[in-house]
């Protein structure tokens, strides 16, 4: 049986650390900053945690378990 390919954009989008916990970037960072304040812009900065119901379907694109 043919080894399980990983999917390439999942894994250039998500990060698993040491601990498990699988992390991703804010949507709406890329353009059309302007109008978006500072403070809104600042906390998009930080990777953020996958939510817990997303978590078992990116874990199975990047190939785990």
Same mark, same amino acid.
Do not use: C, Y
């Given at each position: 049986?043919?080894? @399980?390919?990983?999917? %390439? /954009? %999942?894994?250039?989008?998500?990060? *698993?650390? +040491?601990? /498990? $916990? *699988?992390?991703?970037?804010? +949507?709406?960072?890329?353009?059309?900053?302007?109008? $978006? %304040?500072?403070?809104?812009?600042?906390?998009?900065?930080?990777? @953020? +945690? *996958? *939510? @817990? =119901?997303?978590? +078992? =379907?990116?874990?199975?694109?990047? /190939?785990? $378990?």
């Amino acid at each position: 049986m043919p080894k @399980q390919k990983t999917h %390439s /954009g %999942s894994k250039k989008r998500f990060k *698993v650390s +040491a601990n /498990g $916990k *699988v992390t991703r970037r804010h +949507a709406m960072k890329s353009h059309i900053l302007e109008k $978006k %304040s500072s403070k809104r812009k600042r906390h998009m900065r930080k990777d @953020q +945690a *996958v *939510v @817990q =119901n997303d978590l +078992a =379907n990116v874990l199975n694109l990047l /190939g785990r $378990k």
